[in-house]
């Protein structure tokens, strides 16, 4: 018998909720839209507000555009990006998380106040990623971005530290680094720390876990390009050996799973529902070529 669940506490967050009614409020009226950057990194949902008449550009494009109309996403921007708007007569739709823009003021505020000019911001985050970009644009570029432990070479642990975290990383792993500066750091300076994880992101992890421990399978949906889905699978995965990771419905036809067994089906932050319906439609398919009812 086949039997499918999907969790309920999966997909979008607030801040892409936000983004995504946007983007769709100004398509409506038909006027021309361009939307810095992937507006989630959901290549589905990229694809159907693309049918809708959206158009996504990257930066070097922001800077030949004039005399038009732009949303900036849930992950924000670097001030550079409004200077450029400015100049080029852009209008912003502005989409960024509020979630984001608190913890860009913070990382601001830091850089601006600092005690020492040889006091290190450090953003704890993934290098090149849309919202370490736009905190680090906070501090004219000079904050060291830090993925993992393996990378606190490129801080000066007998210099003064203020650290921060982009918003959807690991909650358990920005406190182990905390303890791990603050072990090996020089007693001597000043280490100040800023708790910056999204709760509606951190608060995915206890639910995952009895969600991956209650299903015998479990089918992870999530884009290629985003850091939560690969935070969030490999949370899961912890949790149970039988977990996959899906960008496509059409993926699971290769997983060689046994449809008999309880399967249940999550997602990222920024993986849609509607995709982890297909997800389960397609698993609907393959059982009743099976003979599965």
Not at 45 to 64: P, Y
Not at 86 to 97: E, F
Not at 211 to 231: L, M, R, T, W, Y
Request: charged share 25%; proline share 3%.
């Amino acid at each position: 018998m086949l039997n499918i669940e999907i969790d309920n506490k999966s997909g979008f967050c607030f801040g892409v909720v936000k983004a995504i009614t946007k983007a769709e409020e100004e398509l409506v009226k038909g006027e021309t839209l361009y939307c810095l950057g992937d507006i989630v990194h959901n290549g589905q949902e990229v694809e159907r507000l693309a049918n809708m008449g959206m158009i996504t550009i990257n930066h070097e494009q922001l800077k030949k555009l004039h005399d038009a109309k732009v949303l900036l996403r849930a992950h924000g921007e670097p001030p550079s990006t409004y200077e450029i708007a400015k100049q080029n007569n852009i209008t912003l739709i502005d989409a960024s998380c509020p979630v984001v823009l608190k913890l860009q003021s913070r990382v601001r505020n830091a850089y601006e106040t600092v005690p020492s000019p040889d006091t290190q911001i450090v953003i704890f985050g993934h290098v090149g990623h849309a919202e370490v970009n736009g905190l680090v644009g906070q501090t004219n570029e000079s904050a060291i971005v830090i993925e993992n432990e393996d990378d606190l070479y490129k801080v000066n642990l007998k210099k003064p530290i203020r650290l921060f975290s982009q918003t959807t990383k690991s909650l358990e792993g920005y406190n182990h680094l905390i303890s791990t500066i603050s072990d090996t750091r020089d007693k001597d300076t000043t280490f100040e720390y800023t708790d910056t994880i999204c709760r509606q992101v951190a608060n995915r992890m206890p639910n995952i876990t009895i969600f991956a421990q209650q299903n015998d399978i479990v089918i992870f949906v999530g884009g290629k390009k985003s850091s939560n889905a690969k935070v969030l699978f490999e949370h899961c995965k912890e949790q149970n050996q039988n977990t996959y990771f899906v960008s496509e419905p059409e993926e699971v036809e290769h997983l060689n799973i046994d449809l008999n067994k309880k399967i249940g089906i999550c997602g990222a932050t920024s993986t849609p529902r509607w995709v982890m319906e297909a997800v389960e439609n397609k698993l609907k398919e393959l059982a009743a070529k099976q003979g599965i009812k």
